[in-house]
Nanobody, 131 residues
Framework: VLQLVESGGGSVQAGGSLSVSCAVS????????MGWVRQAPGKEREGVAA???????TYADSVKGRFTISQDNAKNTLYLQMNSLKPEETAMYYC?????????????????????????WGKGTLVIVSS
């Protein structure tokens, strides 16, 4: 069973940068699509970035050019580097995974899951962007 533990959230001023990490354990191979999903109070969940098993990446239009997703399989860690943060990006940021890795899509959680949704979720880390 895949276990995901996020870290690195915190407070930052608008225009600043923050990096969040996700420690991944319990997987026996790399056949996963991994992603970051955020949810702000009173708003719907939004897929932010995702990375497929072959390293392909995709981003929500709202974060393209500012956020970077990466993973270090040797360290079993998923990262999200966030630059030029905006107050409206204050949210809980969740690490999520889907198996098998079946490609990337626009919208939703950004990993193709055939309608089943991301099967693995962390508990989230809070990012607060102040104006």
């Amino acid at each position: 069973v895949l276990q995901l533990v996020e870290s690195g959230g915190g407070s930052v001023q608008a225009g600043g940068s923050l990096s969040v990490s996700c420690a991944v354990s319990g997987r026996t191979d790399n056949n996963y699509c991994m992603g970051w999903v955020r949810q702000a109070p009173g708003k719907e969940r939004e897929g932010v970035a995702a990375i497929d098993s072959d390293g392909a990446t995709t981003y929500a239009d709202s974060v393209k050019g500012r956020f970077t997703i990466s993973q270090d399989n040797a360290k079993n860690t998923l990262y999200l580097q966030m630059n030029s943060l905006k107050p409206e990006e204050t949210a809980m940021y969740y690490c999520a995974g889907a198996r098998p890795s079946a490609g990337l899509v626009e919208g939703g959680d950004l990993c193709y899951t055939g309608g089943y949704g991301m099967g693995y979720w962390g508990k989230g880390t809070l990012v607060i962007v102040s104006s």
